[in-house]
């Protein structure tokens, strides 16, 4: 947010030679359009790899609690594949592979305790953001939780 106004004053004082183009897979477009004055606005939809959305109908009073309850059942339940948790930053993710690390040990065997959990987000070195995306790219049998705040 900071950073987008900061953005905004910049092109006030630099409009005719600054161009910036802004990703986002959350933003609302037609909000940072008018933020940005009007300024045009291209989606491209679809999706890769099928994606399954799911949404608590409850409000949490602890988000990663919440997401730690809800990695785990999708993973005991449903069959083997990816779960994408977007947290809100490196410290909360972090937090988030320690606790599935540690409750994925505690499983009864047979269930997810294969599952892998990988942390995904600006901050680790390229190497290892690739690791996390080469493993959510691929088509493999293994159960992997991936906890990020970007997708890459």
Known sequence: DILL???KRLIKHRASD???LITSATLDGLKVSNFFSGCPVLNIPG???????FYST?????????????AIDIHVKEAPGDVLIFMTGKDD???????LEERIQN??????MDALVLPLH???PPEQQA???GVLSSTSKLSTVHCCNKCS
């Open 5 to 7: 106004g900061l953005m």
């Open 18 to 20: 600054l161009k910036v």
């Open 47 to 53: 999706t890769i790899f099928p994606v399954e959305k």
């Open 58 to 70: 409850d409000r949490p009073t602890n988000y990663i609690e919440s997401s730690l309850r809800t």
């Open 93 to 99: 993710i972090d937090k988030m592979v320690s606790k």
């Open 107 to 112: 499983l009864e065997e047979g269930s997810c």
């Open 122 to 124: 600006g901050s680790l």
């Open 131 to 133: 690791i996390s995306s």
